[in-house]
């Protein structure tokens, strides 16, 4: 019943720049961490960065000072802003959540279906 519904992605230039965002919904009671992974091609999925509900915020190393994880006014949405994106960038990129639902006693971990991300000339 809980959903994350992913928008943006496709594909970029080098160096050019994507915002993909991330919404909540369902039988939410808290939202506790929202963030994105990604997986490339033989690789394992990595964390990108993720965002607590009280703002702490964690980046690969890979990405920091490229990209801007944020709440967009909503605690239910999240965005991933990425600027200067190199081929390496390339993957799935999945929006991944840390929620307690109504009624429950215990979170859980939810994800998104996964947009794609292409970095390539």
């Known amino acids: 019943q809980v959903q994350l519904v992913e928008s943006g992605g496709g594909l970029v230039q080098p160096g050019g720049s994507l915002r993909l965002s991330c919404a909540a919904s369902g039988s939410i009671f808290s939202v506790i961490i929202m963030g994105w992974y990604r997986q490339a091609p033989g690789k394992q999925r990595e964390l990108v960065a993720d965002?607590?509900?009280?703002?702490?915020?964690n980046y690969a190393d890979s990405v920091k000072g490229r990209f801007t994880i944020s709440r967009d006014g909503d605690k239910n949405m999240v965005s991933l802003q990425m600027n200067s994106l190199r081929p390496e960038d390339t993957g799935v990129y999945y929006c991944y959540s840390v929620i307690l639902r109504r009624g429950s006693l215990q979170s859980r971990d939810y994800w998104g279906q996964g947009t794609q991300v292409t970095v390539s000339s």
């Open positions: 965002i607590s509900t009280r703002g702490r915020i």
